[in-house]
C-alpha cells in the first residue's frame, strides 16, 4: 500500500473533489494505492491468487476438512490413494496418526503410537508405509499400523520414498544415512552423507536417488549403494523437499536460518515412550522463528536455477502439478506460492493455519494439507461465485472520508468496500456497501480504517490497481514547547545548571527559538513568531508578514532593540493544508527572555598596591565574571566577588593580586574585564606599582 500525494494523481484529484470537498475538513487529498503482490496479499484471499505484476486473478477455491480433534495438531505429510481417498500423517499432541480422508469426512485410518509420523509412501502393489519419530517403518492398514522394519543405528526416519521395484529408502538420523528397505522388511545402508540429518528424499524412473540434508543444505545425487556426488551446496542449513520434473528437471527448496534464529533445527516432538526428544529437524515445526527459503532447479545438465525466494518465512513442502508448475508451501502465515519461467511470482493460496504442511496436485486429488491446526483443503474450484479478494485493514490515520474508487479490471468484478475505527475488522465496523461503479464513491460512513472487498465472479475476472482516495478530518496542532536563547550564551548541562570553568560568553545579538508542534493530522504549518517587551502590550512581529516560515526555527535578531525582557510567542496554523473556513490556530508564548546588547560599565576602579579594588555595574545583570590579565598577555585569569559570587547587577571587586603578578618592583599594567550574562564585556586598564 501506498499513500501517494496528488500530484501523483492529479487527473484523479480533480474529478473527484465535487464529492469530497463540501464536506471534508481537511482539503490535503490523499490515496491509498493498491498494485503490488505485497500490497494485494496482505488481506484475505478466498478463491483468487496474487502475481508479482500486481494482478489479482481468480484462483483456487479451496474446501476445509479438519482433522480429528484427537489426532494430532499438526501434519506434515500425506499421499493420495487409487480409490482418491487421501492419507495423512499426524505430529503432536496424540500424534503419531495416519488419518483418513474421503468424501470430505476424517477418521483415523491407523495409530502408530509413536510421536509423529513424519512420512508416508506408497509401494507399486499399493501398501502404505509410515516412517516415524522412531527407527521403524510401519506398514499400515485399515485400523491397523504394524512394524515392517527396524532401521539399525537410526535413531528417527525423516523421509521415506519407494522406487518402481518396491523398495523404500529412508532418511535418517542423527547418523545422516539413506538406507534401502528391500519388500521384505530386510534394511542396509545405501548412503551415508556427512551430514547428521538426511530430511528429503526422491527417486526418479531411472533408479537415482535425491537426497537433501539438514546441517550443511547438501543436495546428493545416489545413483548406486555408496556411489553419489553433491548436486548443489546451498546457503543455509537444510534441503527441506525435493520433487521431479519433466525433460530430467529436479526442484529443490532449501532454507537459511532467519536473524537470531538458531543455527540448527530445533525438535518439538516427544516420543510416545520415554519422553526423549527425537534428534534431528521433526516435520513440520523446523525452527523456531521463521527463516528464508529459495526454490532452484537443475535441468537436465545439472545447471542451477533459483527462481524463488522469501526472506521472511522458510519453505516445508514442495510439489510440481500436471503442468510442470513449481508450487511451494510456507512455513509461516501458512500460503502456497507459484513462480514462472520469468521468475514472477504468484500467490495461490491463502489459508488460514500457520504452515502447509504437504500439497498434493500430481493425482486425481488437488489438495492443499494446512497444519496447526491440520486441516486438508480440496481445491474445488479455480474462480467461481466464492472467489473473493479482500485487501487488509487500510489505516487512514485519523477518521477519513472516501472519494471516488478506481481500479483496473477484466470479467465480471463486483467490488465494495466498508469502514471501522479498530484496527481489527469488529463488528463495530460498517457492512459491507453495495457495490460500487468504475470510479464510482461508496456509501460507507467515515472511519479510520478501511477495506476493499472485490468478488471475481467467472474464471477470466481479474482486478489490479485500486486506488482510494481520502481525506482526514482536520485536527489542531499544538506549540507544546519554546526554546529561546541567545546564540553566544554557555549551553546548560542536563541537570539544569551552566558548567563551571568555561570560557566566558561570546556575545550574540542573534537570539534562536526553536519550538515543538504536536500535529496529529500531518498538516503542513505556517509560524508566525511575535516578540513583546515584558509589562507591554503590543505584540511586534520577527518576521515580515510575506515570510512563510514552514520550519520550526527562527534566529531573532535583536541588535536594534532596547535591553530588557522580552516574551516571545509563536502561533502554528494550518492554513496551508485548510480553507479559510476551516483553518486551526494555537499559539504559546515563553517566559521572559533576556535581550541585552549592552556591556557593563566600571563605577570604579583603583590599585592599592597589590590590591584591586573595582564597583562594576550592568543595565540589567548579573555581572557574570571579572578577570584580568597583567603587562599585555593574553592570559586571563579570574578573580572573585567581594562578597564571593557574582550574582547581581552592580558587583564589587577587592581583591589580592599577589599571586597573580610578577615578583619584584613594579609597575604593572593590569587590564581588568567584566562581563554580563549575555556575553557583553568591557576592558579597563588601571596600573600597579
Not at 570553568?501 to 508566525?528: A, C, F, I, Q
Not at 566577588?641 to 547581581?648: E, Q, S
Request: aromatic share 6%.
Amino acid at each position: 500500500m501506498r499513500l501517494r500525494a496528488p500530484a501523483r494523481v492529479a487527473a484523479l484529484v480533480v474529478a473527484m473533489f465535487a464529492a469530497v470537498v463540501g464536506d471534508a475538513r481537511a482539503v490535503g487529498t490523499r490515496t491509498f494505492e493498491l498494485d503490488s503482490l505485497e500490497e494485494l496479499s496482505g488481506g484475505d484471499l478466498k478463491g483468487v491468487s496474487v502475481g508479482a505484476d500486481g494482478v489479482v486473478r481468480a484462483g483456487w477455491t479451496l474446501g476445509s476438512t479438519p482433522l480429528p480433534a484427537d489426532a494430532g495438531t499438526t501434519a506434515a505429510c500425506a499421499v493420495e490413494l487409487p480409490d482418491g481417498s487421501v492419507l495423512v500423517g499426524t505430529g503432536p499432541s496424540s500424534g503419531g496418526k495416519v488419518v483418513r480422508i474421503a468424501n470430505d469426512r476424517a477418521a483415523v485410518f491407523a495409530d502408530t503410537k509413536e510421536s509423529a509420523v513424519n512420512a508416508l509412501a506408497i509401494g507399486p502393489a499399493g501398501a502404505v508405509y509410515a516412517a516415524t519419530t522412531s527407527n521403524r517403518i510401519y506398514k499400515v492398514t485399515q485400523g491397523k499400523a504394524e512394524v515392517f522394519a527396524t532401521l539399525a543405528g537410526a535413531e528417527t526416519v525423516l523421509a521415506l520414498v519407494a522406487d518402481k521395484a518396491g523398495a523404500l529408502y529412508a532418511g535418517t538420523g542423527s547418523a545422516g544415512k539413506v538406507m534401502r528397505i528391500g519388500p521384505d522388511g530386510a534394511a542396509a545402508d545405501y548412503f551415508t552423507t556427512k551430514e547428521p540429518f538426511v530430511v528429503s528424499l526422491a527417486v526418479g524412473d531411472d533408479g537415482v536417488v535425491y537426497a537433501g540434508t539438514s546441517g550443511k543444505a547438501l543436495l546428493y545425487r545416489i545413483t548406486a549403494p555408496g556411489h553419489a556426488t553433491v548436486l548443489y551446496d546451498f546457503s543455509g542449513e537444510d534441503v527441506h523437499a525435493i520433487a521431479l520434473g519433466s525433460n530430467r528437471s529436479v526442484w529443490a527448496i532449501a532454507n537459511e536460518a532467519a536473524s537470531g534464529a538458531s543455527d540448527s533445527a530445533e525438535p518439538t516432538q516427544k516420543h510416545a515412550t520415554g519422553g526423549r526428544s527425537p534428534p534431528g529437524p521433526t516435520p513440520p515445526t523446523v525452527r523456531t522463528k521463521p527463516g528464508k527459503g529459495s526454490l532452484w532447479r537443475f535441468d537436465a545438465r545439472d545447471r542451477p536455477e533459483r527462481l524463488m525466494h522469501h526472506d521472511e518465512f522458510h519453505y516445508i513442502s514442495l510439489a510440481v502439478d500436471s503442468r510442470g508448475r513449481p508450487l511451494v508451501g510456507t512455513g509461516a502465515e501458512g500460503r502456497v506460492y507459484t513462480v514462472d519461467d520469468a521468475h514472477v511470482v504468484s500467490l495461490v493460496a491463502d489459508t488460514d493455519e500457520r504452515q502447509i504442511g504437504a500439497l498434493l496436485l500430481a493425482g486425481k486429488v488437488q489438495a492443499v494439507l494446512g497444519s496447526d491446526p491440520a486441516t486438508l483443503h480440496r481445491v474445488l474450484s479455480v474462480g467461481g461465485p466464492d472467489a473473493v479478494w479482500t485487501s487488509k485493514p487500510l489505516d487512514a490515520g485519523l477518521r477519513a472520508r472516501f472519494g471516488h474508487m478506481t481500479w483496473l479490471g477484466n470479467g465480471a468484478l463486483e467490488v465494495s468496500m466498508r469502514t471501522g475505527d479498530t484496527k481489527t475488522p469488529d463488528p463495530s465496523w460498517s457492512s459491507w456497501s453495495a457495490p460500487v461503479a468504475l470510479g464510482g464513491t461508496p456509501i460507507s460512513p467515515v472511519g479510520r480504517f478501511v477495506q476493499v472487498r472485490a468478488r471475481l465472479k467467472d474464471a477470466t475476472s481479474t482486478i489490479a490497481d485500486v486506488v482510494l482516495p481520502f481525506v482526514t478530518e482536520n485536527l489542531r496542532a499544538i506549540v507544546i514547547e519554546i526554546t529561546a536563547r541567545q546564540k553566544g550564551t554557555m549551553l546548560q548541562t542536563k541537570e539544569g545548571m551552566a558548567p563551571s570553568g568555561n570560557e566566558p560568553p561570546k556575545h550574540d545579538s542573534v537570539v534562536h527559538v526553536t519550538w515543538k508542534v504536536d500535529n496529529p493530522d500531518d498538516d503542513e504549518l505556517r509560524y508566525r513568531v511575535e516578540f513583546r517587551k515584558e509589562g507591554g502590550t503590543r505584540w511586534v512581529g520577527a518576521t515580515r508578514p510575506d515570510d512563510v516560515l514552514t520550519k520550526a526555527e527562527l534566529d531573532w535578531d535583536t541588535a536594534t532593540l532596547p535591553e530588557g525582557r522580552y516574551r516571545v510567542r509563536v502561533d502554528a496554523s494550518d492554513e496551508i493544508s485548510n480553507p479559510p473556513g476551516d483553518i486551526t490556530h494555537h499559539a504559546l508564548e515563553t517566559a521572559p527572555v533576556l535581550v541585552d546588547n549592552t556591556p557593563p560599565f566600571f563605577k570604579a576602579l583603583s590599585m592599592q598596591g597589590r590590591r584591586l579594588r573595582a564597583e562594576i555595574v550592568d543595565g540589567l545583570g548579573p555581572v557574570m565574571r571579572v578577570d584580568i590579565a597583567v603587562d599585555g598577555r593574553n592570559e586571563w585569569r579570574p578573580v572573585a566577588a567581594a562578597d564571593g559570587i557574582f550574582d547581581t547587577a552592580d558587583e564589587m571587586v577587592d581583591a589580592d593580586l599577589t599571586a597573580l603578578l610578577p615578583a619584584g618592583a613594579g609597575p604593572h599594567f593590569v587590564a581588568v574585564r567584566a562581563y554580563d550574562a549575555s556575553g557583553n564585556f568591557v576592558v579597563r586598564d588601571v596600573e600597579s606599582h
